[in-house]
């Protein structure tokens, strides 16, 4: 019973997390006419006030003296909040200037990017239906490439900049909050330092357009922590298998709300192109499920052997 309702917890919290960054696109908008890279230096900012608070509240410090010792860890935790610094600043401009749908596609195209990365990086061998997969989504890309006039650039650099994330937190090996306050502490002096040069310029916008204004920038931070809170607990709680499929979540409103929302065009190439790509996706995900119920029928045909029991001496 107390499994089932830790699984249900997970699917909550997963929910949750998914939801909220599927529904982000709503959030931007509202901090303009704040540009991007304000918005940006804010989010890094304001993170770091609440991660830390957050820290604060669990009582979690020790991870930091550990991490000071390695320099190898430092460096890569200073190349991951580089790569996540620009996926945010760029997701933040392309929802501003009407391109939320393109965005969507680059989340969408995350795990194939991922798969390909695994290939090039880290030398894994793929099965065939993730060949073919990688293959569909790459004539998704020149599908849409030629429905854009250019590459969809704002999608791939999204893509392979969360999936370059990813690879590097996996070499990492750290908590989800205590990694999001390291590479916060890391990009706080320079996020400061532009919107102190902001402010000294005149183009500031955090004290020049109202209270309301101000506590929107300050809930970047909230806007950032809560969901990577959320996707931590659903984490421990339920299968990667689930989590997987979870993920398509945000994608999914995010391309939704570029449609009916923000009423962006979709001329029937691009709609070709989407197509392509989520039925990439579609065999992906089929043959994850099934590779994992064919291992889990190969565990449960193992034997267990019993030792028998001792003989009592005659």
């Known amino acids: ?3 089932e309702n830790e699984q249900r917890a997970g699917l909550l919290y997963g929910f949750g997390a998914y939801g909220m960054w599927g529904l982000v696109p709503l959030f931007w908008p509202l901090l303009m006419p704040a540009g991007a890279v304000e918005i940006l230096a804010h989010r890094m900012t304001w993170s770091l006030a609440v991660v830390g608070l957050a820290l604060l509240a669990v009582r979690r410090w020790g991870w930091i003296r550990e991490l000071m010792r390695q320099p190898r860890k430092l460096g890569l935790t200073a190349l991951a909040a580089s790569v996540i610094s620009v996926n945010w600043g760029l997701y933040i401009w392309s929802v501003n200037n009407g391109h939320v749908v393109e965005s969507s596609l680059g989340y969408f195209i995350n795990p194939l990017v991922s798969i390909a990365m695994g290939v090039l990086v880290l030398g894994e061998r793929l099965r065939r239906a ?3 997969a990688v293959g ?3 004539v998704a890309v020149l599908v849409l490439a030629i429905g854009y006039g250019r590459p969809p650039w704002i999608s ?3 893509a392979c900049s969360f999936a370059t994330y990813g690879l590097i937190k996996k070499k990492l090996n750290m908590g989800g909050l205590e990694s999001l306050a390291a590479e916060t502490a890391m990009l706080f ?3 400061l330092g532009y919107l102190l040069w902001l402010g000294a310029q ?8 109202g209270v309301g204004h101000a506590l929107l920038l ?3 931070g909230l806007v950032t922590a809560v969901p990577l809170v959320f996707f931590g607990a659903a984490a421990i709680r339920v299968p990667l298998s689930t989590l997987g499929l979870l993920q398509y979540m945000a994608p999914v409103f995010q391309f939704g709300l570029g449609v009916l929302y923000f009423h962006e065009a979709m001329p029937p190439e691009r709609w070709a192109g989407f197509s392509l790509v989520w039925a990439a996706l579609a065999l992906l995900t089929w043959d994850a499920l099934r590779t994992a119920r064919r291992s889990r029928a190969r565990l449960e045909a193992v034997p267990v052997v019993v030792p028998a029991p001792a003989r009592e001496p005659a």
């Open 156 to 158: 791939l650099v999204l």
């Open 202 to 209: 005149g183009r500031s916008t955090f004290a020049s357009q």
């Open 218 to 220: 300050a809930a970047t």
């Open 130 to 132: 993730q060949w073919v």
């Open 136 to 138: 569909i989504s790459f």
């Open 1 to 3: 019973m107390k499994a």
């Open 189 to 191: 002096l320079p996020a």
